[in-house]
């Protein structure tokens, strides 16, 4: 127990805790507040984050009338930077009642806006431009003249059976709604993703389900690295050299690679998680092999094994209660590591298409799959795969951590300055 | 009486750990080492041996923190000399150390003759390669280590070898004062005399003028030096001649090490051996009075709060008490 | 160096052992499918045949010629056969074109543009990683937690958000391709260009990474060095520190170089995904389409000779390493 007092007293091996356990319970308990299925369609192609209102509710709702000006926020979003450089281009170039310092003065929409007004004449002869560009300027100056009228809008229904509008209500420049009175609204805290799902509530389910499939895995390769290696260490002779044999050959030859090539033969459709996560552990146990090898290898000869020994102790028996014990702590942060790389290997295999195929569970590495192939990045919908990436960093980043703050806890002499 | 090779004046030096405390492992430490004598350093684990050892080079660098006294070798104070002044002049020529577990003290991707080379062009640069080995060769023979030594890496040495080798390297500019730290405490019985043979060897042919050997185990300098100094928690508690500290200790804590040490002499049989109760006062706070005093069975409450002051006695022997002599002799255990 | 010629055949000794297997490896595991993979594969020539002998016919046929009528041992010394003369079968996708030849193709840009990133990060990251364990101070406060979070971004991650920054946001870079799509490969300056620019992005991201995770080490293991007996010893004999620095940094990066022999078959992994996000023309590429349209030669295709470049490129460094640590020489020779 001193021991995991310890263990707490080391920096590393908190603040890793700390971030893992937050982001581990969040996966857990925040599905509760989150009403609904993380794979259900709610949304369009890469919707904002956001909150969005709908909006027929805001024109039934009560109506509230504020005295702010609302001309130079419409101004700021309405008109774009190419509206603007239009409006440069033309006043430089073809008008002759405003000079270019003038031009250049007015670096804020709202005063090109008000030269614009002022000096604008559709009568002015525009050599060498086409209909088309002409036609641009004056679709701008219209919009320019809208959002300076103080005209609001009109709210007309159709009369079903004689197709006519009949109005229903204006709406004032100046009306405002009352957040609260609005019924229906939806928060996107992330988006939505390529499917239209909430990225955030999508984003919990699959970091859940990475973290799974990283605890399966990493106790997978964990548990049969454990055993070749005890095997191989402690045994020794032709068993080590045909286990120590495999080990190198695995280590060697790319994991991934075996994993696509398992993968690829499982068929091709309906990976489970579990299958996922199998897979993985068989093709990640060498490491934990060769690290438990080594370590048995130097227990093998201390006093209390050979008294064991001596004692007429079964070998199981040996290995169990003299060799293991002091085997766990490398056990220990190699459990840690495989974990963190499981989850990594996870996201690699889902984004090459080998991974869980289906479309009812999400992982991490499935979320930047769905991201990739729909192009997320290209469409600037960063929301649907930097908060993947950052989670697996964050995720991995945190179980680093922990298992070097065990290291310098089980090795001291690597407790640095 | 010889020359004064080495004189030390109340040197005061501490290291900093890694969580920032300041361990005061040497504090007030003063010796005087003739020409042709050598000088044994006893004491436990944790005395501050090791620090003081380091500190008499006179090199100061993180951890080790230079506080203050003066150090005298050959005349030259080192402890006015500018850093890269000592590097250049002191370290290996004048003074030279020997490390503790010379297993790990030499460099395991470098073959043993390059390693010297960088070593004696550290102080002179111009030394021809040729001239180097030469030297080497010379030096290694004539301490019974084959040159072929030279030619290898240090993986390819036994433990006694590499012990003897660093020896080897370290004497090889043929400095006027040798410090072995430890020298023998990581090796088998046999290789352990071999050592010191050669360090005596090294000594009677006056390739190093005179020696400090630290080792917590006392009796074991009776045979290898012609003096002692017993260390205990930074200070030194008793000075005097192997024969005198090592047959008739005066400090109770050179006393107590005595009695709880297996000498292999006629009638220790029917000795009992008693260890020491308690453990050292910690060197980061260092108590006002007496260290050893909360261990000590002469103690009194004036031992606990005031400064012991070094005592000399008529024949040139001292110690760290309030007691006389005879009220310590006179409290046999 | 006897020793060394010893250590040299053991090695290489090794690797075509371990070659050996992974070609049975390669060979065995995709023909382990569960299920009828010629029905699925030949399911678009048969679409629209309601005819059963048509049908059939049609599957004999795909079976004959992927070689699936055969029994397995026979299969195996045919691909054998096969792989001596250079022919690692017909692709299904692009049928008829052969696997080599679809291979062929893609090796190059992977090779050009994995090596030097490998290697580049490799070099920069272990450099900076020596720097900081020198110098501490600053370094550790700041840059260290910095680049221990961008060690655990995994490559394709790294890929993605270059591609968002550089690509997309700033957009001074190319997102896809290893060309311009309007230019033919020829070797004009205008093409070169191209290419140089299509490079830019998956070339920064694998070398972003490996400097992430080699600094960290590097880091690490200097500062081990720097605190062990031998420097001690060595600055107590009056060595210069410029000197003993140098003993330091040789001792600190052959475990490094072990590390990467030990991560390279990991590392070449990462960088094909990130080639993917790319569309970058390389072997990643090539596989995730092959994946997708479950193009079994053409997967078996690439996956051996990523092995065989991941195995070589193994070999070389252990190599390497035998020339740059002395001790194995020495070991070698009792």
């Not at chain 1, 490398?330 to 298409?353: N, P």
């Amino acid at each position: 127990m001193h021991l995991i007092r310890e263990i707490f007293k080391s920096q590393n091996f908190v603040i890793g805790f700390v971030i893992f356990t937050i982001i581990f319970l969040s996966t857990i308990i925040l599905p509760f507040f989150l009403k609904g299925d993380p794979l259900e369609i709610v949304g369009g192609l890469f919707y904002k984050p956001g909150t969005y209102i709908n909006v027929s509710d805001t024109i039934e709702a009560k109506k509230y009338e504020l005295k702010i000006d609302t001309l130079s926020n419409k101004i700021s979003s309405l008109i774009t930077q190419k509206d603007q450089d239009l409006m440069r281009e033309w006043l430089v170039k073809y008008c002759n009642t405003v000079s270019e310092e003038e031009v250049k003065v007015a670096q804020h929409p709202m005063e090109l806006v008000e030269l614009w007004l002022k000096h604008y004449d559709p009568n002015i002869k525009m050599e060498g431009t086409t209909i088309a560009y002409r036609k641009s300027l004056s679709r701008l100056h219209q919009k320019i003249e809208k959002i300076f009228s103080d005209e609001g809008y009109v709210i007309a229904e159709k009369n079903s059976e004689t197709g006519e509008l009949a109005i229903v209500q204006e709406l004032a420049n100046n009306s405002y709604v009352h957040m609260s009175e609005i019924p229906n609204k939806r928060t996107f805290i992330l988006g939505t993703d390529n499917f239209g799902r909430d990225v955030f509530t999508e984003l919990i389910s699959a970091i859940w389900n990475s973290i799974k499939i990283g605890f399966v895995a990493g106790s997978v390769a964990t548990l049969i690295g454990l055993v070749v290696g005890l095997l191989a260490g402690y045994v020794g002779g032709m068993v080590d050299d045909i286990l120590t044999f495999i080990t190198n050959l695995l280590t060697v030859i790319p994991s991934f690679i075996i994993l696509i090539l398992i993968s690829v033969s499982l068929g091709g459709k309906g990976n489970d998680i579990m299958t996922t996560a199998l897979v993985i552990g068989i093709t990640a146990w060498p490491w934990t092999a060769r690290s438990v090898r080594a370590q048995t290898l130097s227990l093998k000869n201390r006093d209390h094994v050979n008294l064991s020994k001596l004692s007429g102790h079964s070998l199981v028996r040996i290995i169990i209660r003299d060799i293991l014990p002091y085997v766990a702590s490398y056990v220990t942060m190699a459990y840690i590591l495989q974990v963190a790389s499981a989850i990594l290997a996870e996201a690699q295999l889902s984004m090459l298409g080998l991974g869980p195929r289906t479309t009812e569970i999400a992982t991490l590495g499935l979320m930047l799959r769905w991201a990739i192939q729909f192009q997320a990045p290209l469409s600037g919908a960063w929301w649907a795969f930097i908060p993947v990436i950052l989670s697996i960093a964050l995720i991995t980043f945190s179980l680093n951590l922990m298992n070097t703050g065990l290291d310098q806890v089980f090795n001291p002499q690597l407790r640095q300055n | 009486m010889g020359k004064t090779i080495l004189k030390v004046k109340d040197l005061r030096t501490k290291y900093v750990t890694r969580y920032k405390e300041s361990v005061y492992a040497v504090d007030g430490v003063s010796l005087e080492l003739e020409e042709g004598k050598s000088l044994g350093i006893a004491g436990e684990s944790g005395c501050g041996k090791s620090t003081l050892a380091l500190s008499l080079m006179g090199y100061y660098f993180t951890p080790l923190h230079y506080i203050s006294g003066t150090i005298e070798i050959d005349g030259k104070i080192v402890t006015d000399m500018k850093p890269d002044d000592v590097r250049k002049n002191i370290l290996g020529t004048e003074i030279a150390y020997i490390p503790q577990a010379a297993m790990n003290a030499l460099n395991p991707t470098q073959k043993i003759i390059n390693f010297i080379e960088d070593v004696v062009r550290a102080h002179y640069p111009k030394k021809s390669k040729k001239d180097i080995y030469d030297l080497a060769c010379e030096r290694f023979e004539s301490l019974n280590l084959s040159r072929e030594i030279l030619g290898k890496y240090p993986v390819e040495l036994s433990g006694g070898m590499k012990q003897r080798t660093v020896i080897a390297i370290s004497t090889i500019l043929s400095p006027k004062v040798l410090i072995a730290d430890e020298p023998t405490s990581a090796l088998d019985v046999s290789s352990q005399k071999v050592v010191i043979k050669m360090l005596k060897n090294l000594m009677e042919r006056e390739i190093v003028k005179s020696m400090i050997f630290i080792t917590h185990e006392l009796p074991l300098l009776y045979n290898v030096t012609d003096d002692i100094m017993v260390m205990y928690a930074g200070q030194i508690v008793e000075k005097g001649t192997a024969e005198e500290v090592v047959f008739d200790p005066l400090h109770p804590y050179s006393k107590a090490l005595m009695n709880s040490m297996i000498v292999p002499e006629a009638g220790m049989k029917d000795v009992k051996l008693t260890p020491i109760p308690g453990v050292p006062p910690s060197l980061k706070n260092p108590p006002p009075g007496c260290r050893f005093a909360e261990r000590c069975k002469h103690a009194s409450s004036t031992c606990k709060t005031e400064k012991i002051p070094e005592v000399y006695t008529e024949d040139g022997r001292m110690y760290r008490c309030l007691l006389t002599r005879d009220q310590l002799k006179g409290g046999k255990e | 160096m006897k020793g060394f010629r010893k250590y040299l055949a053991r090695k290489i000794g090794w690797y075509v052992i371990t070659f050996v297997i992974a070609l049975v490896l390669n060979f065995l595991l995709p023909r382990l499918i569960p299920g009828n993979p010629v029905a699925r594969i030949a399911s678009g020539a048969i679409e629209g045949l309601t005819d059963r002998s048509a049908i059939q016919a049609v599957i004999d046929e795909y079976k004959r010629l992927f070689g699936l009528d055969k029994p397995i041992h026979v299969q195996f010394i045919v691909y054998i056969k096969n792989l001596l003369r250079g022919d690692l079968g017909t692709s299904f996708n692009f049928y008829p074109r052969k696997v080599s030849e679809v291979i062929a193709s893609a090796v190059g840009w992977t090779i050009a543009l994995q090596l030097p990133a490998i290697l580049v990060g490799w070099i920069l990251g272990n450099l900076l990683g020596a720097i900081a364990g020198y110098v501490r101070g600053v370094f550790d406060k700041a840059i260290l937690p910095l680049f221990l979070f961008i060690s655990n971004i995994p490559a394709f991650g790294m890929a993605i958000m270059l591609l968002l920054i550089f690509g997309v946001y700033l957009g001074i870079l190319p997102t896809s391709g290893g060309y311009g799509f309007d230019l033919i490969p020829s070797l004009t300056p205008e093409f070169i260009m191209s290419v140089i620019e299509h490079y830019q992005l998956p070339f920064w991201s694998i070398v972003l990474i490996m400097i992430g995770g080699q600094a960290i080490g590097m880091r690490s293991m200097s500062i081990y060095e720097l605190n062990s007996d031998y420097v001690k010893y060595s600055r107590f004999l009056g060595i210069k520190d410029r000197i003993i620095v140098k003993y330091v940094f040789r001792n600190a990066v052959l475990p490094q170089i072990t590390g990467l022999i030990l991560s390279l078959g990991t590392m070449v992994g990462g960088a094909l995904v990130a080639e993917t996000i790319f569309s970058y023309p390389g072997l990643g590429t090539r596989m995730l389409s092959a994946i997708t349209g479950q193009d079994y030669p053409l997967i078996s295709g690439c996956t051996l000779i990523i092995t065989i470049g991941v195995l070589l490129a193994n070999l070389v460094l252990e190599i390497l390493y035998g020339l740059l640590d002395p001790r194995i020489r020495a070991v070698q020779e009792d």
